[in-house]
Every structure is written in structure tokens, then in C-alpha cells.
């Protein structure tokens, strides 16, 4: 079982929205068996609460349910359980080197390094308009099918 841990700083918007896309690409390539999804937040200020109506309503558009999602802070227990603990973007990033221990260091990524795209960084779209949240679930669509590929072809080519 590979463990991949989405985060970002509220867990509300972006990480729920990469969790819930991801595990339905997962689930259209019959791999549930094999990947485990989850999502957490560098902060801890919406700790329990659902996922962002406006990012909600976006994924739903897409046809994504996130609404069994609740906002959780990134614990240390996720440094040793997870395999890969994937950043929206590189304050998250930091966030999260400051907080890893060592030995962990290597599972931390920038959830988009794994696509080729001009850009690096899920933007927040938090204090923005319905085009960030817009941009955010077609960025994590097209991160999450480059993530499935890089597992597929690292880590699941036997089966
Ligand atoms: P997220 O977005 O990190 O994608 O969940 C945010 C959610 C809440 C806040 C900032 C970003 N906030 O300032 O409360």
C-alpha cells in the first residue's frame, strides 16, 4: 500500500481537492487496493470543518465529492506513516521541512513536480474569486494523472 498525504495551509480548499480528485483517478484505474489518499493542513485554524463551499461546489461541478472530508493538521505520526506527503506550494513546503524529522526529510515533494507544467505551485485561492478555485481543480486534475503515473511506473509495475 502506497500512502500519499496531500497538504496545504488550511486544509479547506487545496489539499481536499487534490485528495478527493486523487482518489477518484485512483479509483478509475482500479488501484484503491494499492494507494491510500489523505489530506491534512500546515495549520491547525479549521481543524474539523468541511472542505470550502466554494471549492465543494467546484469539485461537485467535476463530478468530486469532498464533502466527507474534515480539515485535520498534519501530525507527527504522518511523517512516519506516509509515503509521500505532497505540498501545494512552496510555503507549505518549508512548513513542512521545519516540522519533519530528518530521517523523513525525503518523502516531501511539491505535489506538482510530478507534472509538466509551467508552473510549480497550487495557487491559495482562498481569498480569491471563483476563477483561483476554478484553476485550482483543473491544476490538481492534471497533477493527480501525473502522480498516478509516477507511482504506476515506480511502484506498481508489477501488478
Ligand atoms: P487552503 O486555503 O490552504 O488551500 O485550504 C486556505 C484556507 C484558509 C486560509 C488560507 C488558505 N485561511 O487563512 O484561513
Known amino acids: 500500500m502506497i500512502k500519499v498525504l496531500f ?9 481536499p481537492t487534490a485528495c478527493g480528485v486523487f482518489a477518484s483517478q485512483v479509483a478509475a ?16 485554524w479549521h481543524i474539523g470543518a468541511s472542505p ?9 461541478q467535476y ?20 509515503d509521500l506527503i505532497l505540498a501545494m506550494d512552496d510555503e507549505n513546503l518549508r512548513s513542512l521541512r521545519q516540522d519533519c524529522p530528518p530521517d523523513y526529510a525525503d518523502k516531501l515533494r511539491l505535489f506538482l513536480d510530478f507534472a509538466d507544467l509551467p508552473v510549480s505551485e ?35 509495475q508489477d501488478s
Do not use: W
Request: aromatic letters at 8%.
Open 7 to 15: 497538504v496545504c495551509l488550511g486544509n479547506i480548499c487545496r489539499s
Open 122 to 156: 497550487v495557487p491559495d485561492p482562498y481569498y480569491g474569486d471563483d476563477e483561483g478555485f476554478a484553476r485550482v481543480l483543473n491544476l490538481v486534475e492534471l497533477g493527480g494523472l501525473a502522480l498516478l503515473n509516477h507511482l504506476k511506473s515506480n511502484y506498481l
Open 63 to 82: 463530478g468530486y465529492d469532498l464533502s466527507f472530508i474534515r480539515s485535520r493538521k498534519i501530525n507527527e505520526q504522518d511523517f512516519i506513516e506516509q
Open 52 to 60: 470550502d463551499h466554494r471549492a465543494m461546489q467546484h469539485a461537485a
Open 29 to 44: 484505474s482500479e488501484l484503491s487496493d494499492r494507494i491510500r489518499v489523505d489530506s491534512a493542513g500546515t495549520s491547525g
